[in-house]
């Protein structure tokens, strides 16, 4: 029997009553961090302080319905096919909490269930038709229904329900409570993924597969059903990487900036993007993304790409789950996309660097060939053209000799001088605009080039212009219709920017804004290794244009980085 039971139904000492019930209903509120079983435990204990015979808790979230979490003792009827009356949210007491017409605890409230249960003669009711219903809140928050019954109760006093209503309160606070320690939990877990996922990405070599290694280890780690990696580029978004059911794959697709809804709002207003409500993820959202192979979705993150604050692209992270991103942190989010796009960048550096490595030693070894074995090789042949001028017409076999003699050491001086070229960026021994023009006359390409500047270009750049050149001019030569094509290249103290033009007949909007050719996805790769960027303008009938502009890096420290 309860501390309520009594005289009248209630103890002498009310006031001693409910403070032990209070002290007891609070000790089983903090015995755990377990939800369920936090509200089973103290269901069990409250009908133990009170004296009633049943009840059950509902927990219940905004626009998701309700579920039945806990209950103590339920008569048969309640309990018969795995409490299935106890299911969805067909009551008066779930539908007035839900349309927030449910403030305090209410006397008096027929069970639809019960009869519903009776009515399909589910078992026996154990004489409950009527119980309590109490709000679970805390402060402003609403969390769910406690609902309490005694057989042949019809009727519950003022004291009854006010008890139940202080009881009720520490629940909900109790359910707070337990809330908030699960989010930090769960953030606390998400952002020991998140050092797991950085440091696997800095262990990463080469920049090419770099993003595409990135996507899927971040989908992977953190159990996301879409994630795309869309970079700015053209006035345009264009999709890098798409990872799905688990799978990564390589895209080259763009997108309008108005065409691309919540990524184009987060990349130009520069801040985080969550979606999650109805009114937010409407179908025409889901229908702009659908060309580039995002799927309709019901929430979304879009996360702003940023270097030194300035937007270079979205992270675009959708499911077809409500409510999905709503309670990530901010801060893990803008985390992950700063981690994403700071290993890019070093890993560019380091790209650099070690291209810079390598064409330094080609030249140190250039340099120790030219300094010793050519000098020796042409001493050797002047010294035979010498001894061949002396013994001319005396000792035919000696001369003949040194004639073989002169005739080797100057072929191995040729092919050593061809050798000592070669450590050079392939085609570069004269220069990059006439490598290019020799290169496109030897397609039978009209190559009319012209130059802007003096300087010196650093040998990483010169050669990524190189390679680029030549992919244009290929192009030139299989799609323009043309044997024209102009070339400007531009060498300033900030950047070297190349500029090749022709006259053929372009290409469709369509193309341009849809697959890139294998060819044009290498032109731009080479560009942005070295943290440049390439443009491709063209139209059907007019001129198509590949410009490719690559910033020359100057350390305070070290000077000209090449």
Known sequence: MGIWKGSGGMPRDLRASKLIALKEIAEALNSTNDMVQMLNDVLAKLLQVTGFSTGWIFMIGENCGSSCVATHQLPEALNANEQSVMCGSECWCVTSFMQN?????????????????????????GGITHHASVPLKAGEDLYGLLNVAEPGKEHFKEDELSMLQAIAYQIGTAVKRIRLYQAQEKNAELYAKLGNVIQKINAIEDINQLPLQAIKLIGDTFGWEHVSLFFYEQQQLSLRVQYSDRQVKKEWQSINLDQAGPISTAFLENRLLILSEKHTVKSEVCMSLLPVGIPPFASAAAIPLRIRNRPIGVLFISSPVRKRFDDYYEDFMYSLGDHFTLSIENLRVYEQRRELARMEERNR???????????????????????????????????????????LSQEALKE???????????????????????????????????????????????????????????????????????????????????????????????????????????????????????????????????????????????????
């Open 101 to 125: 017409k449910l403030h305090r605890a209410v006397n008096i409230i027929e069970c639809s269930r019960i009869i519903y249960a009776a009515e399909r003669q589910f078992g026996d009711t």
């Open 365 to 407: 070894m250039a340099r120790d060939l030219h300094d010793s074995v050519i000098q020796k090789v042409f001493s050797l042949s002047f010294l035979a053209k010498g001894a061949e001028t002396v013994l001319a017409g005396k000792e035919p076999v000696a001369e003949r000799s040194l004639q073989e003699i002169r005739k």
């Open 416 to 562: 050593m001088r061809t050798l000592i070229w070669q450590l050079r960026p392939a085609g570069l021994e004269h220069g990059l605009l006439t490598a290019l023009k020799q290169y496109g006359n030897s397609m039978d390409l009209t190559v009319h080039e012209q130059v802007t500047g003096v300087r010196e270009l650093p040998r990483a750049i010169e050669e990524a212009l190189w390679r680029i050149g030549q992919e244009a001019l290929n192009n030139v030569k299989k799609h323009a219709g043309t044997n024209t094509v102009y070339i400007h290249l531009v060498k300033s103290e900030q950047f070297a920017s190349l500029k090749i033009m022709d006259k053929g007949k372009g290409f469709s909007e369509e193309t341009r804004k849809g697959r890139l050719s294998m060819g044009m996805l290498t032109m731009r790769e080479r560009a942005e290794t070295l943290g440049g960027e390439l443009i491709i303008e063209s139209g059907l009938g007019e001129p198509t244009i590949v410009h490719v502009t690559i910033p020359i890096v100057v350390s305070p420290d070290l000077g000209e980085e090449e």
